[in-house]
């Protein structure tokens, strides 16, 4: 299965955790290969062509969304969604504990 086939079916929320994951790792590769850490330069290629099919597919999704009358969530919706799940979990997880 391609990488484009495997991310087509997710959703705009979870294509940009993706995204968020790909970019942190890019950095990361980045850093170990300027540093001399890593050898293999191909990994930040194939990273940058990640993160450059997730966009796409991000701005299709919206794109899609807005012609059937629907609008995407702002940039901070999706952070502040996923920190108020967190939250509800963390106090879960106390009053199980208790």
Not at 44 to 54: E, S
Not at 60 to 67: P, R
Request: glycine share 6%.
């Amino acid at each position: 299965m391609s990488l484009v086939q495997s991310l087509t079916g997710l959703t705009i929320e979870d294509l940009k955790i993706k995204l968020a994951v790909a970019k942190k790792e890019y950095g990361v590769t980045r850093f170990h290969v300027l540093s001399g850490q890593e050898k293999a330069v191909h990994k930040l290629k194939k990273l940058k062509k990640t993160i450059a099919v997730i966009l796409t597919l991000i701005t299709e999704k919206k794109n899609s969304s807005i012609e059937k009358g629907k609008l995407p969530k702002e940039e901070g919706e999706v952070e502040k969604e996923v920190e108020k799940k967190a939250e509800e979990t963390k106090l879960k997880n106390k009053e199980s504990e208790k």
